[in-house]
Nanobody, 116 residues
Framework: QVQLVESGGGLVQAGGSLRLSCAASGRTYTMGWFRQAPGKEREFVAA?????YYADSVKGRFTISGDNAKNTVNLQMNSLKPEDTAVYYCAAGSGAAGSGSGYDYWGQGTQVTVSS
């Protein structure tokens, strides 16, 4: 069983930046970030294993990075938009990086709010 703990969410104005971090209690193959806005389905944001993956909506604005030795993953979010507002979830697994079904472990989520 792997436990994931997220940190770094908060309130920021449009155009600002936030950095999310996730620490895993054990080794994992793929770590990723998903988000869920009120009234919407959960969606993929970014993931990392031997390469990185991004949703089209965040390419060029978000950067995912990982530290294998520390079992951590970070999500640097720049040029934030109000539509980025959501609860962001860290996930870990060994399946398809871009699909929620590819992940076995999930964090409890951290709120990101972008004001206009």
């Amino acid at each position: 069983q792997v436990q994931l703990v997220e940190s770094g969410g908060g309130l920021v104005q449009a155009g600002g930046s936030l950095r999310l971090s996730c620490a895993a209690s054990g080794r994992t193959y793929t770590m990723g970030w998903f988000r869920q806005a009120p009234g919407k389905e959960r969606e993929f944001v970014a993931a990392i294993n031997w390469r990185t993956y991004y949703a089209d909506s965040v390419k060029g604005r978000f950067t995912i990075s990982g530290d294998n030795a520390k079992n951590t993953v970070n999500l640097q979010m720049n040029s934030l938009k109000p539509e980025d507002t959501a609860v962001y979830y860290c996930a870990a697994g060994s399946g398809a990086a871009g699909s929620g079904s590819g992940y076995d472990y999930w964090g409890q989520g951290t709120q990101v709010t972008v004001s206009s």
